[in-house]
């Protein structure tokens, strides 16, 4: 009898599971106290049109202070500096996942028409003390240049189930120690890049949109900088060339003391089997590289290029979010989003 009932049990579980999961996400879509909101169109007093007005709104003090925007699409780019710590919530009907975003944040600037890469950036980000939750960062412009969804500079900024779209140069998380988890990460050529930036990606899908490279860390010292990523997920983007499986990297060295680390990485799109590559060719581009990975699976025909690492538990130990953006994360990381 209790071997009945207990079958009845699990049958019961597995079929309204999905359902107590829905119920049990969180939602966000009203403002918390004292927020500056945000909503496109609106005539509302008090009220802000874009992000950039809501920024510019700010007290620049040590305040901490939150902004909160409704769902849209708002086509500008967003320069950040303010001093005192700055939240950002984008409204959601499910807090855990990017999927559940309705807050876009998109606009076109390449290289060519810009000062530097960091000008590029939809949003750029000058400061410390900065999470942002639920929002989609995109840069329209495509390929053939360098054109950034986000430009990172800043210490102890999170970013906490966002999604970053672009082709190329999609993510600078160039200074300043940084988290990313469980967001979305989309691009085709050194689409995760900087110089001195420390950070940690952890549960993230990345998707590849081309037969190019993840990664292109452009450490230029021996220093204490890194990227580690820990429990993500390559996919195919949607909107994917030909030629993307089997020829995209998990990274080249932008400079030769680049450092970059994959654990327990999910592929579901074949990489190009040896994983790293020079950068144009150059042998002397990898001279004190560190390229290295670890429990990479979902593909079985990895031959890993002379200069990288296959990592032994033991040694992938040594690299985690403390190695990355030091022992003090507990106190500024959400840990509700931690990998």
Same mark, same amino acid.
């Given at each position: 009898? /209790?071997?009945?009932?207990?079958?009845?049990?699990?049958?019961?579980?597995?079929l /309204?599971? +999905?359902? @107590?999961?829905?119920?049990?996400?969180?939602?966000?879509?009203?403002? +918390?106290?004292?927020?500056?909101?945000?909503?496109?169109?609106?005539?509302?007093?008090?009220e802000?049109?874009t992000?950039?007005?809501?920024?510019?709104? @700010?007290?620049?003090? *040590?305040?901490?202070?939150?902004?909160? &925007?409704? +769902?849209?699409? #708002?086509?500008?780019?967003?320069?950040?500096d303010?001093?005192?710590?700055?939240? &950002?919530?984008?409204?959601?009907?499910?807090?855990?996942?990017?999927?559940?975003?309705?807050?876009?944040?998109?606009?076109?600037?390449?290289?060519? %028409?810009?000062?530097?890469?960091?000008?590029?950036?939809?949003?750029?980000?000058?400061?410390?003390?900065?999470?942002m #939750?639920?929002?989609?960062?995109?840069?329209?412009?495509?390929?053939?240049?360098?054109?950034?969804? @986000?430009?990172?500079?800043?210490?102890?900024?999170?970013?906490?189930?966002?999604?970053?779209?672009?082709?190329?140069?999609?993510?600078?998380?160039n200074?300043?120690?940084?988290?990313?988890?469980k967001?979305?990460?989309?691009?085709?050529?050194? /689409?995760?890049?900087?110089?001195?930036?420390?950070? #940690?990606?952890?549960?993230?899908?990345?998707?590849?949109?081309?037969?190019?490279f993840?990664?292109a860390?452009?450490?230029?010292?021996d220093?204490?900088?890194?990227?580690?990523?820990?429990?993500?997920?390559?996919?195919?983007?949607?909107?994917?060339?030909?030629?993307?499986?089997g020829?995209y990297y /998990?990274?080249? +060295?932008?400079?030769?003391?680049?450092?970059? &680390?994959?654990?327990?990485?999910v592929?579901?799109?074949?990489?190009?089997?040896?994983?790293?590559?020079?950068?144009?060719?150059?042998?002397?581009?990898?001279?004190?590289?560190t390229?290295?990975?670890?429990?990479?699976?979902?593909?079985?025909? &990895?031959?890993? =290029?002379?200069?990288? %690492?296959?990592?032994?538990?033991?040694? =992938?130990?040594? #690299?985690?979010?403390?190695?990355?953006?030091?022992?003090?994360?507990? *106190?500024?990381?959400?840990m509700?989003?931690?990998?």
């Amino acid at each position: 009898m /209790f071997e009945v009932a207990y079958t009845m049990f699990l049958v019961l579980a597995a079929l /309204f599971l +999905p359902f @107590l999961q829905v119920v049990l996400a969180a939602s966000r879509t009203s403002p +918390p106290s004292g927020a500056l909101v945000v909503r496109a169109g609106t005539t509302t007093s008090g009220e802000f049109k874009t992000i950039s007005a809501a920024v510019a709104a @700010l007290p620049n003090d *040590s305040s901490s202070q939150t902004i909160f &925007i409704y +769902p849209g699409t #708002y086509t500008e780019q967003v320069y950040i500096d303010r001093s005192g710590p700055l939240t &950002i919530f984008g409204y959601t009907q499910d807090t855990t996942t990017y999927t559940a975003n309705q807050v876009n944040l998109q606009f076109n600037a390449a290289r060519t %028409t810009s000062a530097s890469n960091d000008a590029t950036g939809t949003l750029r980000v000058h400061k410390d003390n900065f999470r942002m #939750y639920n929002v989609n960062v995109k840069n329209t412009f495509g390929s053939g240049s360098q054109a950034g969804a @986000l430009s990172e500079y800043g210490n102890k900024a999170g970013f906490y189930a966002c999604g970053f779209y672009g082709y190329q140069d999609t993510l600078y998380a160039n200074q300043g120690t940084q988290v990313y988890l469980k967001g979305y990460i989309e691009g085709k050529t050194d /689409f995760i890049y900087g110089r001195q930036g420390q950070a #940690y990606f952890g549960g993230n899908t990345i998707a590849v949109r081309g037969a190019g490279f993840i990664t292109a860390s452009g450490r230029e010292s021996d220093d204490s900088g890194s990227y580690v990523f820990n429990q993500n997920t390559v996919v195919l983007a949607s909107n994917a060339e030909s030629g993307t499986s089997g020829g995209y990297y /998990f990274g080249r +060295p932008w400079s030769d003391w680049a450092k970059v &680390i994959f654990k327990s990485t999910v592929v579901k799109v074949a990489p190009e089997p040896a994983l790293w590559i020079l950068w144009d060719g150059d042998a002397s581009s990898v001279d004190h590289v560190t390229f290295a990975d670890y429990n990479t699976t979902g593909v079985s025909n &990895i031959n890993r =290029a002379s200069f990288a %690492t296959q990592l032994s538990a033991s040694q =992938a130990s040594q #690299y985690s979010i403390s190695s990355a953006v030091g022992n003090d994360w507990q *106190s500024w990381v959400d840990m509700a989003y931690f990998v």
